[in-house]
């Protein structure tokens, strides 16, 4: 591929960029190694542009080389009893959304967020809000951060189908 193709694949991953290191943040809840692994995937991106095919999903393309980055990062930077299965990983990434949140979904977040279990809006509350890693809000509540981060997907989960739910309801009706 020419290196207009290249440019046109990092202007992707720019405008994308937020989405990724959010969708990195949910597999690997560590600001500072989410931040080194966003980098590591934008090389990897870099590095493969010339697979990727124009018209296709780029943040589906993205986020498959994220998930690897994360799962590099985690092997060579954590103990094995600390970090999370590939398999538990894998999970959390097929459940992850690949649509924009736009600012309608954004309007019907607050709703959705009274609607959760109390502590899944404490454990919501204290890694967004309050920014503490799991392996801090784990200590809190006498979890492992492990399953602070699948408390923290299913709570993602479920806010997202809640918002399509309230989505859903407010199609209008052709008269």
Request: charged share 25%; net charge positive; with cysteine.
């Amino acid at each position: 591929m020419t290196d207009s193709h290249t440019q046109q694949v990092l202007q992707l991953f720019v405008r994308h960029q937020a989405r990724i290191k959010g969708f990195i943040l949910a597999l690997l809840p560590d600001f500072a190694a989410a931040e080194d692994v966003l980098q590591e995937t934008f090389l990897v991106v870099q590095r493969k542009a010339a697979e990727f095919d124009p018209g296709t999903n780029f943040l589906a393309w993205s986020f498959r080389i994220a998930r690897f980055q994360v799962m590099k990062a985690q092997t060579a930077h954590q103990r094995q009893a600390e970090r999370l299965s590939d398999a538990v990983l894998e999970s959390l990434a097929d459940s992850a959304p690949v649509e924009p949140w736009d600012d309608r979904r954004l309007s019907l977040l607050p709703h959705c967020l009274d609607k959760l279990a109390p502590q899944a809006r404490r454990i919501v509350d204290l890694f967004y809000r309050d920014e503490h890693r799991p392996q801090e809000i784990a200590q809190r509540l006498s979890w492992t951060p492990a399953a602070v981060s699948v408390a923290l997907s299913r709570a993602r989960k479920a806010l997202r189908e809640c918002i399509e739910r309230q989505l859903g309801s407010q199609t209008p009706s052709i008269s």
